[in-house]
């Protein structure tokens, strides 16, 4: 059982759900549920026809807002004394999410030539749970309580009391009232719970239930008489609400009262055609997915980082997924970096690991950081993502090309830059590192953040501050990148800053390669302790440095070919770790998986050094990989297995892999934009293309593309060895094709 495949997701808003693939609510199911800001406000839904469960013939929840669930009856005997044979009724279930409410209808067709009377059975029940306890994160605290299901009319309230006196209510309101309600108490103290057996996400860990104890159940049953040839129908709607809140002294915004979010203006991406079937379909589902995961969060909107684990901003996620989504629309980055900016570090706290200028790890909305328990109202638990704050803006830059911007943002991007130099780099060795202050915070601060990421090859883990290979590359990049922007967009006295970056950049260069090389394993190792020890683990971090630029151009070569050899390369990508080392496993979270984000990144690398067959490689494997999920959606990660264990062998789901998932809905447009080679030179009104196309692909056609106030509509076409560009654009702005075998059109 894993969400990928077996799960039904649906989202809009902040509310979403996780079913089974019968549309169910189970406790047996990993994160099933129904969820707004991080509380899981219905628990169990489901449903019996004539106290069976019914025949599932098929599902679908391809629509990121509207599934559909089909089944058909089992036999039976009705009132009347008829013998009902199987599949002579259907059961359709409808369900669709919309403005911070669930829809379902049930529609029952019977195809009997009698009336038949059925009885419809739905089991309703809310546990009230914190996101951190689904995952399987211990309470520190008393809980609340939840209250008994009420019923009246055509409604059914389901209800919850926190211990800061906030009441939760779930509310259920039915077209028609049940004929029969009863319930079934379980137990109303949160504390007498048990979660069911589950794998948590990155920690490749069991959590194992304790009992069979659940909260209270509500159960109403419908009595249906449906014609000969005839149907009925019923339906329900479900909305979470909190009715009171006890204002607490942390950074988490106003969420006093859930109501209906106001509509916010729909993303605009550029529109894209290739004569790639699969690559088209591929991509429609990548922008459909980062549609549905932006999410009006209070305080603004931003790209949720994934579902069901989290939907919530996260510092790292949104901005690696404004880097890629930058060719379809760089106003997705303006709206990111202006949500974090808002969030930005402005004191010293160990509880939240806040420092001055540090950009945000994760927020949260929940009970659980209301009364204290976890840190994140906002926590700052991450090295990298102040580093990428910086490489974001200045990319947006390359595209907008705006002195107003420039002014608007200067000023936390200037924050973040004294923290990498005053706060970043806790032992002085001239290198960005990380090092828990916080009890509840996480040990590991970079991309690879589950426990057991970074060990020694004898298993032992490493002391901090903790350097990590690939956010020294994010460094040097964010200085590099910046130096350039401030020479074309500040003022004379920030041209001196400009100079003191590229010296710093040049000279972390340099101390990076003394450092990290290794020698006889031709690769750098993955992270520098606090008592100096390199870490000579072999990992797919230094493909991310090369995405960076710090490599050395002499380096690469080595660096590359290590990339490719057997125990990195899959055959569907480059594995987290090398199968030679001895913590290798493949169906762990960062120790031998393969992350479509992690390998776009290494193809967007490649192409820098020139290396474009091995990128083209890379690109072909994302794209055979996504089309062997559902939907064509490439899923956070999958089990490193290798293409040639076994000769019917297929891409593994990871079971909790978060699906849909941002910076894996933004890996396919950020690869079509790495193989068009689309630079940006808004300050010069010119976009540069180089492109280098695979085999399989033969035209891009791109529309509204947002660059340097105006939008630009281009084809390219690979015809008898040469690509050829087409461009509509404003006079002023150039598209250049480059390369030896490149023709433009006006």
């Known amino acids: 059982m894993g969400l990928v495949r077996d799960a039904r997701i649906l989202k809009d808003g902040e509310l979403f759900v996780v079913s089974d693939e019968r549309g169910d609510l189970r406790r047996t199911f990993p994160g099933a549920g129904v969820y707004a800001r991080d509380t899981r406000f219905l628990s169990e839904l489901w449903l019996l026809l004539n106290g069976e469960e019914p025949e599932l013939f098929d599902s679908s929840a391809e629509r990121t807002t509207v599934a559909v669930f089909e089944f058909g009856n089992t036999v039976f005997r009705d009132e009347a004394g008829h013998d009902v044979l199987a599949h002579t009724i259907a059961l359709r279930r409808c369900r669709s999410v919309r403005r911070g409410t669930l829809e379902e209808e049930l529609v029952l067709e019977n195809y009997n030539p009698f009336l038949v009377t059925v009885e419809l059975a739905l089991v309703f029940a809310a546990d009230f749970s914190d996101i951190f306890e689904v995952r399987g994160f211990p309470r520190e605290r008393p809980r609340g309580h939840i209250l008994l299901p009420h019923y009246e009319g055509h409604q059914l309230r389901l209800a919850y009391r926190a211990p800061d006196d906030v009441v939760l209510e779930t509310e259920v309101l039915f077209s028609r009232p049940p004929d029969v309600f009863t319930t079934e108490p379980g137990t109303t103290h949160l504390a007498d719970l048990a979660l069911p057996r589950m794998l948590l996400p990155g ?51 106003d969420v006093s009262r859930l109501t209906e979010p106001a509509e916010p203006a729909a993303i605009v991406f550029a529109r894209v055609r290739t004569d790639h079937e699969f690559l088209d379909r591929i991509l429609q589902r990548s922008l459909d997915d980062l549609r549905a995961l932006l999410t009006p969060f209070p305080g603004g909107r931003l790209v949720a980082a994934g579902i069901p684990w989290f939907v919530a901003p996260f510092g790292r996620d949104s901005l690696i997924v404004s880097l890629q989504m930058m060719l379809f629309s760089p106003e997705l980055a303006l709206e990111t970096l202006r949500f974090l900016a808002r969030y930005q570090g402005q004191k010293v706290d160990p509880w939240t690991e806040e420092e001055p200028g540090k950009i945000l790890h994760e927020l949260r909305f929940g009970e659980m950081v209301r009364l204290g328990e976890t840190p994140h109202a906002p926590y700052y638990g991450t090295a990298d993502a102040t580093p990428l704050f910086i490489v974001t803006f200045c990319e947006l830059m390359d595209w907008i090309g705006s002195p107003t911007l420039f002014e608007d943002l200067f000023p936390a991007v200037e924050a973040a830059l004294r923290w990498i130099d005053e706060y970043g780099d806790h032992d002085r060795d001239g290198f960005v590192d990380y090092g828990k202050t916080s009890s509840r915070g996480l040990v590991h601060q970079n991309w690879k953040d589950s426990h057991n990421s970074l060990l020694f090859l004898d298993g032992t883990e490493p002391v901090p501050p903790i350097a990590p290979v690939e956010v020294q590359g994010y460094v040097y990049q964010a200085k590099r990148a910046l130096a350039a922007v401030l020479q074309r967009y500040g003022k004379t006295t920030l041209h001196m800053l400009a100079a003191r970056l590229r010296a710093e950049a040049e000279r972390l260069r340099e101390r990076f390669e003394q450092r990290f090389w290794m020698e006889e394993q031709h690769f750098y190792g993955q992270a520098i302790d606090g008592r100096g020890r390199l870490v000579p683990t072999i990992s797919s971090n230094p493909g991310h440095c090369l995405w960076s630029g710090i490599v050395s151009p002499q380096r690469a070569d080595r660096i590359v070919a290590r990339l490719f050899t057997p125990d990195l390369y899959s055959g569907w990508g480059i594995r987290t770790l090398a199968k030679s080392m001895p913590h290798y496993n ?78 894996a809905a933004g890996t396919v447009p950020f690869v079509l934009r790495i193989l068009l080679g689309a630079e940006a030179r808004a300050a010069e009104r010119r976009l540069i293309l180089r492109p280098a196309f695979p085999d399989w692909l033969n035209e891009v056609h791109l529309e509204g593309i947002s660059f340097a106030g105006t939008r630009i509509d281009l084809s390219v076409r690979k015809q008898n060895g040469r690509y050829v560009l087409e461009a509509e654009c404003d006079p002023e702005i150039s598209v250049v094709l480059v390369g030896s075998a490149a023709e433009t059109r006006r």
């Open 586 to 663: 493949p169906m762990s979270y960062h120790n031998g998986s393969i992350w479509p984000h992690d390998n776009a990144l290494t193809i967007a690398g490649l192409r820098r050094y020139g290396f474009d067959r091995e990128a083209v490689q890379l690109a072909s494997d994302l794209l055979e990989v996504a089309t062997t999920f559902p939907y064509y959606r490439l899923p956070e990660l999958f089990c490193g297995f290798g293409r040639d264990e076994a000769e019917c062998m297929v891409p593994i789901s990871y079971p909790v892999s978060c699906s849909p998932q941002a910076w």
């Open 203 to 253: 920690h490749d860990q069991l959590i194992r239930a304790r009992g069979t104890v659940h909260p209270p159940r509500a159960f109403t049953l419908f009595r249906l008489t449906l014609p000969a040839h005839g149907n009925e129908r019923l339906s329900f709607r479900v909305a979470p609400r909190q009715l009171l809140e006890r204002r607490v002294s942390v950074r988490v915004p």
